[in-house]
């Protein structure tokens, strides 16, 4: 995802990066996603956000809403960073891997 990033104004990249992360909506300098998921799921991507955001030295915003997860990366007094965007990413990766029944487990 680095290539995103070289050389180009910060429009450009958040741009490019919205239209990568499908179901990611921009708030000001801020990216938010809103997930339709269980209380084990979230649990469970809690979990995996938690591991990947400690390494990044970032604290995305997670919350349970009812029948929802809502997730907020970024922060309102400064430009969305290069690592925030891969967090973004990454959180798209566990949502999958929580969300989608994998070999094994029951449907």
Known sequence: MRALFGGR?????????LTLLNG??????????????DDTQHAALTERVKVVADALHLRPEIS???????????HSNSPLSEGEVLLAARIEDA????????EGRPT
């Open 9 to 17: 104004a910060k429009h450009d990249y958040l741009s490019d990066a």
């Open 24 to 37: 990611w909506t921009r708030e000001g300098e801020q990216i938010r996603r809103t997930l339709v998921i």
């Open 64 to 74: 349970r809403r009812a029948d929802h997860t809502q997730i907020r990366v970024g």
């Open 95 to 102: 949502y999958r891997a929580v969300a989608e029944p994998g």
